[in-house]
């Protein structure tokens, strides 16, 4: 049996996960956080819990892509804080999808995703950015970076969405475009990386799965290509914009689907 036939899906199915893939590029390299509508797509052609299988790998896909396009452009002292609390993170999300349903996981990651983009709206109107992103040497920032490590953790590992959440991080620390992308970019491919043997533990990941994904992994260059085009038209405000409403989209997609 072929993987299209395991899952019952038809040829405008394809198309909509070769869309969602393409979007994945797009997101890696242009706009975080967008790739939380991929997450949509991927849910409603396959079943949920294949579908974060599936997508993981073009996920990692793009996060490669990413890191070769923007990787002068990295802020390791952020990495290096946000990393111990993101395993954390992880393995939370691992705990919890073993008895969670997905109504649960919906409903908590979408509340979660509106909370940071009021959050993040809201102090962003009440303060000044720093042009570096430097709040992660204050106690405050410091706990910050933990308590969105968790929830980025958390998010990602049971439903691929940790971008909107590590985004409104990276906004409210005062990234520029370059920098938040360069960071964004290695955050993601060590994350997703370490997450495989987890998926793959909870049957996430398998032949299937893969098969599927080497049919969609393609689809993510282009998409990779067409973002490293656009963000060098894009300017900062309007990039933190994009960041947010894409934010907002992915929660309330996951609150009413």
Sequence with gaps: MDTMTLWNITGGG???LAFA????????????GANTVSLAIFAAVLPARASTGVLLPILIAGDVL??????????WPTLWRLFPAVAAGVVFGTVFLMWA???????????????????????RRTAETEEEPDSVTTRAGRVKARSYGVLGGFTTMV?????????????????????FLGTSAFFFLIVNVSKVPFSVGLGL???????????LVAFVVPGAFLGKWA??????????????????????QLLLR
Aim: charged share 15%.
């Design 21 to 32: 893939a393409l979007l994945v590029g797009f997101s890696k390299t242009a706009v975080s």
């Design 66 to 75: 990413a890191v070769l396009t923007y990787r002068r452009h990295a802020h």
């Design 205 to 215: 990941i398998d032949g299937p799965s893969l098969l599927l994904d080497a049919a």
């Design 159 to 179: 439903a691929n969405a940790g971008g909107p959440v590590m985004s409104m991080y990276l906004l409210s620390a005062g990234f520029r475009k370059l920098g």
């Design 101 to 123: 349903d997905d109504g649960i996981v919906r409903t908590s990651i979408g509340a979660i995703l509106l909370l940071m983009a009021g959050v993040t709206v809201w102090r």
């Design 231 to 252: 963000v060098h038209r894009i300017n900062q405000r309007l990039f933190e914009q994009l960041v947010i409403a894409a934010t907002v989209v992915g929660g309330v």
């Design 14 to 16: 394809f198309a909509a």
